[in-house]
C-alpha cells in the first residue's frame, strides 16, 4: 500500500517474540486433576496421539478420541462404544474430558444466556451465547480480566489474572452445546443454534495467541466441531504485531476495535493506541490476508455520547477507511455501574449511521442483547479469585 507506514520487520519479529513470552507469564496451571489424571480436550491431534503412544496404543485411537469428543460431544468414556470396554477403562484411569463448570447460568427476555465458568483453580470468566434467526453466536472469553484498560469496558477495569489455556477456551464452546444440547452435530449441515463463535468475551485473543489458535484450531477441524473459519470472527483492539499471523495461520474474520478517528481520543480511550496507532493498524488491516469484498473486516464503533459520536467523525471514519474491503458495526455503548460514559442518542447514532452507509459500507447498529443480565458486549467482568497455582487444592 503506497504511503502506509510499515513496521521496521525486524522490530516487528521482535515485538512479537515479546508479546509470546509476555503471554507464557500469565499461562494457566497444567491441565491435570489431583488425581493425576489429564485433560484430553485442548490437545492437537498430534498430541493426542502422542498420548496414546505414550500409554502402550496405537495412534489410530486419537482419531477414534477425536470423534467422540469433537463430534459426539462424549465427556464419559464408557459411552465410546467403538472402543472395547477394557480399553475404556484404561483411558478412564489416565484421562478425563473435562467442561468448565457453569456456576451460574442466566437467560435474558431476549434469549441471550450468560454462563459463568469456573476452571479447575478457581478463576471464572463469562460466556454468552447470542441467538439470531436460524442461527447463533457464542461469544467466548480469552483471559481472566484484561491488560489494557479501554475506558468504556467493564472487563477493562479487572487486572489480568492469567491467561486460558487452549482447553479453557473450546471448552466454553463446548459447556455452552452441552446446555442446548446440540451434540452431536448434522454431518454436512451447519448446527441450527450454536452455529458460529466469536471471540469477543472477557481479555485480548491476540495477548493470548497461542492457546486462542488451538482452541479455535480445534473447534475448525472438519471431523469435530467443524466450524469454518467463515464462522469465526476474533476481535482485538489492535494487537498490530500479531495480526498478520492471525489472518495467515488461522484465516479467521477479523474485528477491529477502532472507536475513535484521531490518534489523540483513541490514545484515551483505547490507550493501546499509544504503542499501535491509528495510521500503522490499518496498514495491518489492509494487509490482513483473506479480507476481501465478500470477506470484510469489521471495524467496532462504540459510541459514546458527545464523545466520537458527531457527523464530521464519521465522514472521518470513512475517509480512512477509503479502499478497505470494511463494513462499521455501530455499538451503542452498554453502561456497567460506575461507568464514565453515556450511549449516545438514537438521532445521533442514526446520523452517523446514514453517513458511513451513504458512503457505501455497511454499517449496522448492534442491538444490544442481555442488557438486563449484564451480558451485552463490555459488560462481562467476574471477581478475581487469588490465583493458585497448585491444581490439588481443587477437585
Ligand atoms: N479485547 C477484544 C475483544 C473483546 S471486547 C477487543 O477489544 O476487541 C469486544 C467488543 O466490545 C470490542 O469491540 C469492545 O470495544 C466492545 N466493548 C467494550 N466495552 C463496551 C461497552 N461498554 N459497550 C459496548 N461495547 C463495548
Ligand atoms: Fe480488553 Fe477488549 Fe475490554 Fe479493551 S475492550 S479492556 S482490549 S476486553
Not at 495467515?248 to 474485528?255: K, R, S
Not at 479469585?385 to 481443587?394: D, K, N, S
Request: charged share 25%.
Amino acid at each position: 500500500m503506497p504511503g502506509a507506514p510499515q513496521m521496521n520487520a525486524e522490530l516487528t519479529a521482535a515485538e512479537r517474540d515479546r508479546i509470546l513470552a509476555k503471554s507464557a507469564i500469565f499461562a494457566p496451571p497444567p491441565a491435570v486433576l489431583p488425581d493425576g489424571r489429564r485433560e484430553l480436550v485442548g490437545l492437537t491431534r498430534e498430541e493426542l496421539a502422542a498420548e496414546m503412544v505414550a500409554i502402550g496404543e496405537k495412534p489410530f485411537r486419537a482419531k477414534q478420541l477425536w470423534h467422540w469428543i469433537y463430534h459426539q460431544g462424549a465427556t464419559d468414556f464408557s459411552v465410546m462404544s467403538s472402543i472395547a470396554k477394557p480399553m475404556q477403562a484404561k483411558l478412564a484411569e489416565r484421562f478425563v474430558v473435562g467442561r468448565p463448570e457453569a456456576t451460574a447460568v442466566q437467560t435474558s427476555s431476549d434469549g441471550t444466556r450468560k454462563f459463568l465458568f469456573r476452571y479447575r483453580d478457581g478463576q471464572q470468566v463469562e460466556t454468552v451465547y447470542i441467538p439470531e434467526f436460524e442461527r447463533g453466536s457464542v461469544c467466548i472469553s480469552t483471559q481472566v480480566g484484561c491488560t489494557l484498560s479501554c475506558k468504556f469496558c467493564h472487563t477493562g477495569t479487572q487486572k489480568l489474572t492469567r491467561n486460558l489455556g487452549a482447553a479453557e477456551i473450546v471448552g466454553q464452546f463446548m459447556a455452552a452445546r452441552d446446555s442446548y444440547g446440540e451434540w452431536p452435530t448434522p454431518d454436512g449441515e451447519a448446527p441450527r443454534l450454536l452455529s458460529n463463535i466469536v471471540v469477543m468475551g472477557m481479555g485480548e485473543p491476540l495477548y493470548n495467541y497461542e492457546a486462542t489458535a488451538k482452541a479455535l484450531r480445534i473447534a475448525m477441524d472438519g471431523e469435530g466441531i467443524g466450524l469454518s473459519r467463515r464462522r469465526i470472527t476474533l476481535s482485538t483492539s489492535g494487537v498490530v504485531p500479531m495480526m498478520d499471523r492471525c489472518g495467515q495461520e488461522l484465516g479467521v474474520n477479523l474485528a477491529v476495535s477502532l472507536h475513535a478517528v484521531t490518534d489523540e481520543l483513541r490514545n484515551e480511550i483505547v490507550p493501546l493506541n499509544r504503542k499501535y496507532p491509528i495510521a500503522e493498524l490499518l496498514a495491518a488491516c489492509r494487509r490482513y490476508p483473506g479480507a476481501t469484498n465478500a470477506r470484510r473486516i469489521t471495524f467496532e464503533y462504540v459510541m459514546l455520547d458527545g464523545i466520537n459520536d458527531s457527523p464530521a467523525e464519521a465522514r472521518e471514519l470513512v475517509r480512512l477507511l477509503y479502499g478497505l474491503p470494511a463494513k462499521v458495526n455501530l455499538i451503542p455503548f452498554n453502561p456497567w455501574p460506575g461507568s464514565p460514559y453515556k450511549t449516545s442518542t438514537g438521532a445521533a447514532v442514526n446520523a452517523f449511521a446514514d453517513i458511513v452507509s451513504e458512503a457505501g459500507y455497511s454499517a449496522p447498529v448492534r442491538r444490544p442483547r442481555g442488557r438486563d443480565i449484564q451480558a451485552a458486549c463490555g459488560q462481562l467482568r467476574t471477581e478475581n479469585e487469588r490465583v493458585r497455582r497448585v491444581p490439588a487444592e481443587e477437585s
